[in-house]
């Protein structure tokens, strides 16, 4: 066995070992605090799953990358411009006769409307602002939710998208409210699954990954075990994202810092840092240490085919619920968002 896949085997064991360390100490308090629902059974198959995931185990990394916070979006002249011009740029819009998928029937409606600026609020902290709203307390009325999409459609329409790039983090062009978060809506092979499921999924791949006989196959496991994780990664940034991209990702892209490892993620925006855990960036960079007959120019060399030949095998060894639809490495693009299997229906995509 060559180095690189030894220590590929290495950091997958010690997640392992550190996994069942954070159980031992979960059962203990369970034991002394037996009505304590933070550690109960429940509890920690969320816990479990999350830290497969990100690949973290240390406390720190845990609270951190368990948010899944969505980086700071591009600041523009636009982002940091007055809201209230822009508000009133819209109103003025539709009086005159704008038009949006049919608004024109109801700009006359006093419920076409939507939260009007505050004073000397800028457009980013209006934005931030419309969607906290939206997911404390629902899209409201139609009309409303129906105003909302226009509005943000007057925005991208009259600025550039590097101008409005910040509004994709916040309001993606496809979205939906399902349970109290703004979700991006894709078709149905990049639809969001549960974290269980995108969890099974890992688990799987880093057994087969130091399992397999073939070490060729073992390879190809850890190959197809680091895009799940690359995705995942990206995933946090909410912006449109091809898998293609995600796997031209280069080892310079993983970058060692003071608190966290960065991931420069390429987006349709310029690079995008993402927080990732110390042990996900060493197994990133072990598998970029793979020795190729090729020069290694991305993190990633096995064909698509490969990778996808032995997700699918996975697949079907953990049998998901049929619900999800189809489901690849490109599901994972969407942030898994809950824990059990639920998720809305595709059918949703072309509600307004």
């Known amino acids: 066995m060559d180095d690189s896949l030894k220590e590929i085997h290495e950091i997958l064991n010690e997640l392992e070992s550190d996994l069942a360390h954070v159980r031992a100490i979960w059962r203990g308090i369970e034991k002394l605090n037996p009505d304590f629902e933070q550690v109960s059974e429940e509890n920690w198959q969320e ?79 209006y934005i931030v602002r419309l969607a906290q709203t939206i997911e404390k307390k629902g899209k409201g009325k139609k009309l409303q939710w129906r105003a909302l999409k226009c509005f ?26 399902f349970y109290s978060r703004i979700i991006r809506l894709l078709p149905d092979e990049r639809y969001p699954i549960s974290e269980r499921t995108a969890s099974e999924i890992i688990i799987n791949l880093a057994y087969r990954c130091r399992n397999e006989i073939r070490k060729d196959a073992q390879i190809t496991a850890a190959e197809s075990l680091g895009l799940c994780w690359l995705c995942i990664a990206a995933s946090r940034l909410r912006l449109p994202m091809h898998l293609e991209v995600v796997m031209e990702i280069k080892p310079t892209a993983i970058q060692f810092g003071a608190d966290f490892p960065i991931l420069q993620v390429p987006t349709w925006f310029g690079n995008r840092p993402v927080n990732i855990s110390s042990r996900l960036a060493r197994f990133l960079s072990a598998i970029a240490r793979i020795p190729s007959s090729k020069s290694r120019e991305t993190i990633l060399q096995r064909p698509p085919r490969s990778l996808t030949r032995v997700f699918e095998t996975v697949l079907k060894s953990i049998a998901p619920n049929p619900e999800y639809g189809n489901i690849t490495h490109a599901s994972l693009l969407s942030q898994p968002h809950i824990f059990g299997d639920h998720r809305p229906q595709p059918k949703r995509l072309s509600s307004s």
């Not at 822009?86 to 024109?104: C, F, M, P, T, V």
């Not at 943000?152 to 409210?177: C, G, W, Y």
Request: proline letters at 7%.
């Open 152 to 177: 943000l459609h007057f925005l991208r329409e009259n600025n550039t998208d590097s101008e409005v790039a910040f509004i994709e983090h916040i309001f993606p062009k496809q979205m939906d409210v």
């Open 47 to 125: 816990k479990h799953a999350r830290m497969w995931l990100h690949g973290a185990t240390k406390v720190h990394e845990c609270n951190e990358l368990e948010r899944w916070l969505f980086d700071s979006p591009p600041l523009t002249a636009t982002t940091e411009s007055p809201a209230q011009p822009h508000y009133d740029y819209w109103r003025g819009w539709l009086d005159n006769g704008g038009k949006w998928e049919g608004s024109a029937h109801y700009i006359d409606d006093p419920n076409f409307d939507i939260l009007a600026p505050l004073k000397n609020e800028i457009l980013i902290q």
